[in-house]
């Protein structure tokens, strides 16, 4: 079952500051979208607005054909959300928090415990027993709420910051479990840290300074920026050109470290054009030296 969002001519204002304006963007299931942009781009209102927490100052959102601003219900029925952070009760095992949130869903009694005992294994913390979320590491509280937002089995799972707290292994076990779930769902990541979505996301929104500035599949921002990474050895005395509108990381190379530089041209005689990496490419767009 395909489901979609739409957004249209949405705006958020605070007071006289205007956090964005005018979005307009379709977004379907079958595939993972990530929502991209600096810290203060707006994203996390976003979110909210899109989980029926907050209503938008102008536009309209609708989940297949229907206003969730003017009739919020039918999004919260089939919406599995994952805040930046978990809300939880201490003094609750895993089993008891999931068991009430599960209540507060209005879940049949009959279906709980076999839904809790199977989102606890795919979270790995079925062998938590008595130990109170109180005592969990900050990644294990982490997981807990992933599985409170899975529980129900929604049709639209959306993540704010869904990494925080998570340690490398348990990043990588998120997005294939995320991943899968975007097969037949409609899933949300926003995040500013690219690597969240970089495998797995199918789509892509960028948000900055107010509005999308990029709406597409990571292939094309990737085509895009084609001809505006170039790479040469770092000098000696480790100085690196100072080309205008240039970006620079440093990467270890096999003969030593290499210099990184997202621009138009460079003026290193040895530089030598790369294949960008999806970080680079959103870096480049969002400074303006990958044109959109």
Known sequence: MQ????????????????????????????????????????????????????????????????????????????????????????????DEYLAYIANIKGMSHRDVQTQIHALLEKVNLENTGNKQLKDFSGGMQQRIGIAATLLNDPLVIIADEPSTGLDPEERVALRNLLAELARERLVIISTHIVSDIEAIADDLLILNQG?????????????????????????????????????????????????????????????HL???????????????????
């Open 3 to 94: 489901v979609e969002i739409q957004l249209d001519n949405l705006g958020m204002k605070f007071g006289q500051i205007q956090i964005f304006s005018e979005l307009n963007a379709t977004l379907k299931s079958g595939g993972l979208i990530g929502l991209l942009g600096p810290n203060g781009a707006g994203k996390s209102t976003l979110i909210k607005i899109l989980t029926t927490l907050v209503k938008p100052t102008s536009g309209d959102v609708r989940f297949d054909g229907q206003s969730i601003v003017r009739k919020p219900g039918r999004m919260r029925q089939v919406l599995g959300y994952l805040p930046q952070q978990v809300p939880f009760y201490p003094n609750l095992t895993a």
């Open 211 to 271: 509005h999308f500035m990029y709406h597409g599949s990571p292939n094309e921002l990737l085509r895009r920026s084609d001809g505006y990474v170039w790479e040469y050895p770092m000098s000696e005395r480790g100085q690196v050109s100072n080309d205008e509108a240039s970006l620079v990381s440093l990467v270890q190379g096999i003969d030593g470290i290499n210099v990184r530089q997202i621009a138009a041209q460079v003026g290193q005689s040895d530089a």
């Open 274 to 292: 790369v294949v960008p990496t999806l970080e680079e490419a959103y870096i480049g767009a969002l400074n303006g030296v990958i044109p959109l």
